[in-house]
């Protein structure tokens, strides 16, 4: 009986050993993902230059709701990624989303065609283009959501902003 007893907790114990294994595997993970993966600080926080300003209203007689921004930045501790960053930054309580990433090329610009969608036309073969958002979701001064579908553009020569 005491061995079986014993046997009993010994299996109990292996179970909660690798419970605890598994979930400091998992909590490191996330970190890492977080730091080395997860979205970059924005660009005001690194080594970046405002290249276009695209403002986006709710309405034709609202304030700006949203900001989409074009910047050209380097990145890394020695700096060591140069290139494109679009974001969607939102005024009123200062959240910033990353919408696009692509290496240095000739050119990136943003536009907005109708139905609330945000064009990005870029020099850059597709693979350079990172879209890390198909969709973002802003909202106005009163709380409402809005959709802004993202789709990219290839060309040659990009329309001036």
């Given at each position: ?29 996330v ?76 050119c ?5 065609a ?48």
């Open positions: 009986m005491l061995a079986k007893l014993r046997s009993a907790a010994n299996r109990l114990m292996l179970w909660v050993i690798a419970a605890v294994i598994t979930l400091a595997v998992l909590f490191v993970s970190l890492l993902y977080k730091w080395w993966v997860f979205e970059p600080e924005p660009p005001t926080a690194a080594a970046c230059e405002a290249l276009q300003v695209l403002p986006l209203k709710a309405n034709d007689q609202s304030a700006v709701a949203a900001e989409i921004q074009v910047y050209q930045c380097q990145r890394g501790k020695r700096e060591q990624w140069q290139g494109f960053e679009v974001w969607l930054r939102q005024p009123l309580s200062n959240d910033w989303q990353r919408i696009a990433t692509a290496e240095q090329g000739q990136l610009t943003v536009s907005l109708k139905h609330g969608q945000l064009i990005i036309h870029h020099s850059h073969s597709r693979g350079d283009l990172q879209l890390a958002k198909s969709s973002v979701i802003y909202r106005n001064e009163q709380g409402q959501p809005f959709t802004l579908a993202v789709s990219s553009e290839r060309t040659d020569d990009c329309p001036l902003p």
